[in-house]
């Protein structure tokens, strides 16, 4: 297996796939990216990817299937990050454990993340090719 900016859980793949599933034959998969916003700093962002709006320069993972796109001004920040989906009493949603995460807010939908560092970025990069 290549190179992967991040990685999915069994959970979040069955959940990706049904999303894909009940959106339409143009529906290829989901796009994470970072977006600035709420009381931490960033969001982490989730939107579906279509045929049009795929894009070449954006790395993609695919598990059981399904497949994420990760936009690349966003791979610093989610480098080593475990995508997951969780039903709880309280929650139903995606879940990400960033390692690249330094706090987070009490409510839990923003957070506060350092850029990966690009030397590990690199090495993960060329090991995967080899």
Known sequence: MGFQVITLTDAAATRVNEII?????????????????GCAGMEYAVDLVTRESARAGDDTVEHS???VWVDPA???YLLGTEMDFEVTRLRTGFVFRNPNETSACGCGES??????DLAELAKARQAAAH
Request: a positive charge; hydrophobic letters at 40%; proline letters at 3%.
């Open 21 to 37: 599933g009940n959106s339409g034959p143009d529906a290829l998969g989901l796009r994470v990216s970072i977006k600035k916003g």
């Open 74 to 76: 966003a791979s610093l």
């Open 111 to 116: 957070v506060e993340l350092k850029a990966a």
């Open 65 to 67: 299937g399904a497949r």
